[in-house]
């Protein structure tokens, strides 16, 4: 059998020429897809070697704001920051409701993709097709990250293509967990918030990790559109639909349930965002320390360092201290006073625990409710609290521990009487007291706990002007640099302090002399959490011995000692524990005071208006700023034990023996002058001249009186307890002093309040010519024979001894009555009488009166 092989068909031109020109096409269309191909890596490796390295991402410098925290650490002040305001926190800080929040709003899809979804990029460029323009949609997480951290915000292809470049680059080198967290961290929130962190303390006050549900969903819608969806914005209503968006999509991908989810959304949420008055706290403090680190470490690196600052601020007393001055300054409004300020130091460390530099940082600049037609200012930025003020005779304490430390005692006697200070100048100084009267001899502690100002200026004249200013200095003080700007005007506040510095002075009072430097901050960290500074105790430096102190501190905590001013129950009594207390009221009713301390917690308080434009009279400090200091203290003192302060006794100072004194003045005592002989002046109880011959016999009697000087009489004021001066005189004051002190006793001697003082003067004629008896006869002009009645006036300053009536030459009748029974015999009838009287007084001075009467016959 023959198997015939099939012939095979071969094809047609035409067939060949379709077969060849379908080959030319495929292998045009590989070489085309090709060069495409070769095209697009050439472009994406030209584009990709000027691009930065995904694993830089790492290294390079993220700005992050500085943040102020209370004591504790866990109470944030205020987020100090430029134009980014970011915290960056690790993955395992961050919520999940944040991370799946985000998740559902931004990129469901980022667990399961390479960095980006090209179903949203080819629906993105089709839309970029059709608006012939760039749009931005179609980014996953990755791609949002690249664009914030590592690109510029263009809208360019070259843009895109880099971006998605180097989103394949992080995800090969991150995982989706690192993406997420530099993504939570970098992302911008509005309000100048970068990152979940400055998020959630921006908007709700709380660190991240804190968020619940609705907050985190809120936070999450913002993205966005920052602008448009902000909490603060006029949009409100699109920010709250978008977070209940967020809530939906999370239910719907099995973050949470549905309950969960329609719980969060019938939250108000809006009614938890932080006013942006609450985005600062206790904020004249926190200006106070963002200056001192803006000063120390610059702009740039507080704004953008990541500090984390460990203040001193104790956060309970700043809002005890904040709630006192407001409800003050409310109440202060009948007296003129539209501001007040309060600082609290812990005396034992330095560290200042509450500052309130006014009653409202946010407050307007004109507040209402001011007495019409009074200035009334107040400018709510101004810290007070750092700005200086005149003390009023809150500066007094300065003085007499300054006069306690040269031997002066509480003790000590000056003389509260009107003087005149003679000054370097030429021109004479005359202060007068708050009450406009004078007291006359006080003790030192009734001065000063009084707040008389005639003996605190007596007192700063007797230690010099600078070695006042020198201990006030030491205590605390800053500035009153140049001395001889000061007069002794100082001592009633005529110099500027600060309430800060004079706070902090108290408080180097209430440890007993120990100083320890004011100090705003305990710890400093960098953003890597390398300590920059930090606060170490230490024994502080004693500037005055304790006994000084003790002297002061018996004054000023006892209320007996102010009582007699100030009446018994001021704001400034204590009776459960040891308080000191001090005011001040500058002239003018410009500034009032109230400073004071326990060995523990040192309180100062002004009160006033910002231009020092007047308060009402009687605006002084124990009405405008006690009130206040009290108020805060009764709160915070709850939280203190009942301490006391070092005893001083004056045993210990007077009398005699090695370190102690026995001069009369200054141990509070007035020298006597013993055995003085005088004469009582009639008609003038308790007057008397010295002794001489015009003195009566007999009438001249030993007495003792005070013996009337000024202390500069017994003392050198560069040593006052050395010997007492041969020539006093030769003191400038002392002249001026002795005049005072002289018509003092004058005066109240005429108004017979005082009985001690010695004569000035020896008796002369005239003292006693002018109390010699007087007598006159009062007779009718005729009288009949038989009974008749002579009568006398007398007049005996000195006591009458006898009176004796004699008719014709003889004595009718003798006695001390001044009138006589007589009998006219009747050989008289017709003719007359001679009457005469004579008086003799109990000193033997006389004097006598004759009349002639007639007899009707």
Not at 121 to 149: E, M, P, Y
Not at 289 to 305: F, H, S
Not at 443 to 462: F, H, R
Not at 749 to 767: R, V
Request: charged share 25%; glycine share 8%; aromatic share 10%.
């Amino acid at each position: 059998m023959v198997f015939l092989k099939k012939k095979r068909r071969v094809p047609g031109e035409r067939e060949q020429k379709k077969f060849l020109s379908w080959k030319l096409f495929f292998r045009i269309s590989i070489v085309v897809v090709g060069i495409v191909f070769v095209s697009i890596i050439g472009v994406f490796a030209y584009i990709a070697k000027d691009l930065p390295s995904a694993g830089s991402v790492t290294d390079r410098f993220i700005a992050e704001s500085t943040k102020i925290y209370d004591r504790t650490g866990t109470h944030l002040l205020y987020d100090v920051h430029g134009e980014e305001k970011r915290t960056v926190i690790a993955f395992s800080d961050m919520p999940d409701v944040a991370k799946y929040a985000t998740i559902s709003l931004e990129d469901q899809d980022f667990y399961s993709h390479y960095g980006i979804k090209l179903s949203s990029i080819l629906r993105a460029v089709f839309k970029d097709i059709v608006s012939f323009g760039v749009s931005q949609g179609g980014s996953t997480i990755t791609q949002q990250f690249v664009k914030n951290s590592l690109l510029s915000n263009e809208k360019t292809l070259t843009r895109k293509v880099k971006e998605v470049i180097l989103s394949f680059e992080m995800e090969a080198k991150f995982s989706k967990d690192e993406i997420l967290a530099m993504y939570l961290n970098e992302i911008p929130y509005g309000s100048n918030a970068y990152g979940i962190e400055a998020a959630a303390q921006t908007f709700f006050g709380k660190p991240a990790k804190e968020l619940t549900l609705d907050e985190a969903a809120l936070i999450a819608a913002l993205p966005q559109a920052t602008a448009y969806y902000s909490p603060y914005g006029s949009h409100r209503d699109a920010l709250v639909a978008r977070k209940n968006y967020a809530l939906r999509q999370m239910a719907k991908l099995g973050y949470i349930t549905d309950d969960q989810a329609n719980d969060a959304i019938n939250t108000d949420t809006l009614s938890k965002i932080q006013t942006q008055k609450n985005i600062i706290a206790a904020p004249h403090f926190v200006m106070y320390i963002k200056d001192y680190l803006q000063q120390k470490y610059g702009d740039a690196a507080v704004e953008q360092g990541g500090y984390k600052v460990i203040t001193t601020l104790d956060w309970d007393k700043q809002q005890a201290a904040e709630k006192a001055v407001v409800d003050g300054a409310e109440k202060n409004k009948k007296w003129n006073a539209a501001n007040a300020a309060l600082v609290a130091i812990d005396p034992k460390t330095g560290q200042i625990l509450a500052m309130v530099g006014s009653k409202d940082y946010f407050g307007a600049v004109e507040p209402a409710g001011c007495i019409a037609g009074k200035s009334c200012t107040f400018e709510p930025n101004i810290n007070i609290a750092v700005t200086d003020q005149q003390p009023g005779s809150s500066f007094k304490p300065y003085v007499y521990l300054t006069g306690f430390t040269k031997g002066y005692l509480p003790e000590t006697m000056l003389y509260d009487v009107d003087t005149e200070f003679s000054t370097v100048e030429g021109e004479n100084y005359k202060p007068q007291n708050y009450s406009g009267t004078f007291n006359g001899p006080v003790q030192v502690k009734k001065a000063l706990g009084g707040s008389l100002n005639i003996p605190a200026v007596k007192m700063l004249y007797l230690v010099g002007v600078n070695d006042a200013i020198d201990m006030a200095k030491k205590l605390g003080i800053t500035g009153l640099d140049n001395k001889n700007d000061y007069g002794l005007s100082l001592v009633l506040g005529g110099g500027d302090v600060k309430l800060l510095d004079h706070v902090s002075a108290y408080a180097t009072l209430a440890t007993g002399g120990i100083r320890h430097n004011k100090t705003a901050i305990l710890k400093i960290e960098d953003s890597k959490g390398q300590t920059m500074e930090e606060y170490k105790q230490d024994a502080g430096e004693r500037v005055v011995d304790e006994k000084y102190v003790a002297m002061l501190d018996s004054i000023l905590s006892n209320n007996e000692n102010r009582a007699w001013v100030f009446g018994e129950n001021s704001p400034l009594r204590f009776d459960t524990r040891q308080v000191v207390a001090k005011t001040g009221t500058t002239n003018g009713f410009r500034d009032g005071w109230t400073m004071g301390y326990t060995p523990s917690l040192a309180v100062g308080v002004w009160a006033g208006n910002n231009d020092n434009s007047s308060m009402v009279t009687g605006s002084d400090g124990v009405n405008v700023a006690a009130p206040i200091w009290r108020e805060f203290l009764d709160t915070v003192l709850t939280n203190y034990p009942t301490e006391e302060f070092p005893k001083y006794n004056p045993d210990d100072e007077i009398g005699d023996g090695d370190g102690k004194t026995d001069k009369p003045m200054l141990n509070g005592e007035l020298e006597q002058k013993e055995n003085l002989k005088v004469c009582a002046i009639p008609g003038n109880k308790g007057d008397y001249c010295i002794a001489n011959k015009y003195c009566p016999d007999g009438k001249s009697e030993k007495k003792d009186f005070l013996n009337i000087h000024s202390i500069l009489y017994y003392v050198n004021r560069d040593d006052p307890r050395g010997d007492i001066p041969e020539h006093p005189e030769d003191d400038s004051q002392y002249k001026n002093w002795e005049e005072g002190v002289k018509k003092w006793y004058k005066d109240n001697k005429q108004k017979g309040k005082i009985t001690d003082a010695p004569p000035e003067d020896e008796c002369s004629e005239n003292d006693f010519k002018k109390y010699q008896p007087d007598v006159s006869l009062s007779l009718p002009s005729s009288v009949s024979t038989g009974s008749v009645t002579l009568k006398a006036k007398v007049d005996a300053p000195y006591g009458v001894k006898t009176i004796t009536f004699y008719v014709d030459g003889d004595q009718a009748c003798s006695g001390d009555s001044e009138s006589c029974s007589y009998d006219v015999p009747d050989s008289k009838s017709g003719s007359s009488i001679t009457v005469k009287v004579k008086v003799v007084d109990d000193n033997g001075n006389t004097s006598s009166d004759q009349e002639s009467v007639s007899v009707d016959s």
